[in-house]
């Protein structure tokens, strides 16, 4: 069964930095992308890019470009959104998902929520 | 970016009846067109891909149609579990893209 757990809600201040997880299980983690997804209260859902973990490399919407940063670790099946200097605008769910190759999102995490907050 | 507009913004409808929610794309994105159902506080799911291909385990009163720039989804027999929020995204060119979303109420 495929499954993406993402670790848990986070509340953290503004400047400061966090990395969420998404770990894949139950398929070949190298051989399908990892994408991130926000969703801010209230709102809808946000495209902010994708990781393919075998080689990490990324596609960013540039609207988030120099925001956030992807990394992977395929050796234990994790994919990592990372933030260096948080802000209060950042708050927000923060949903994984497995992308096949050339298509969308099929399998999903449950979703982190992020609250940032002085 | 391609932006994708739906409509309705939101829709009430009664058990057993058909409901379409159609998706506009501001340029054209061939078939590359998915649509999600999300329910308050849980993680969206995947419906269809492709525009007209069902994820696994997706009952068939779902159906996607559409192609270039004009998208339908349309739900026959509508079901109680149906309630939620759909979207649609064209993943045909970066970054990818969703609508702001149609609320379906079950009356």
């Known amino acids: 069964e495929v499954q993406l757990v993402q670790s848990g809600a986070e509340v953290k201040k503004p400047g400061e930095s966090l990395k969420i997880s998404c770990k894949g299980s139950?398929?070949?983690?190298?051989?399908?992308?990892i994408g991130w997804v926000r969703q801010m209260p209230g709102k809808g859902l946000e495209w902010i890019g994708i990781?393919?973990?075998?080689?990490?490399?990324?596609r960013f919407n540039p609207s988030f470009e120099g925001q956030v940063t992807f990394s992977a670790d395929k050796s234990i099946n994790t994919a990592y959104l990372q933030w260096s200097g948080l802000q209060a605008s950042d708050t927000a769910v923060y949903y994984c998902?497995?992308?096949?190759?050339?298509?969308?999102?099929?399998?999903w995490g449950q979703g982190s929520l992020v609250t940032v907050s002085p | 970016d391609i932006q994708m507009t739906q409509s309705p913004s939101s829709l009430s409808a009664s058990v057993g009846d058909t409901v379409t929610i159609t998706c506009r794309a501001s340029?054209?994105?061939?078939?590359?067109l998915a649509w999600f159902q999300q329910k308050p506080g849980k993680a969206p799911k995947s419906l269809i891909y492709?525009?007209?291909s069902l994820q696994s385990g997706v009952p068939s009163r779902f159906s996607g149609s559409g192609s270039g720039t004009g998208f339908t989804l349309t739900i026959t027999s509508l079901q109680p579990e149906d309630f939620g929020t759909y979207y649609c995204?064209?993943?045909?060119?970066?970054?990818?893209?969703f609508g702001q979303g149609t609320n379906l109420e079950i009356k």
């Open positions: 998902g497995r992308h096949v190759t050339g298509n969308t999102i099929d399998y």
């Open positions: 139950g398929y070949t983690f190298t051989n399908y992308w």
């Open positions: 990781i393919y973990p075998d080689d990490s490399d990324t």
């Open positions: 340029q054209g994105v061939s078939h590359y």
């Open positions: 492709g525009t007209s």
């Open positions: 995204q064209q993943y045909n060119a970066y970054p990818y893209t």
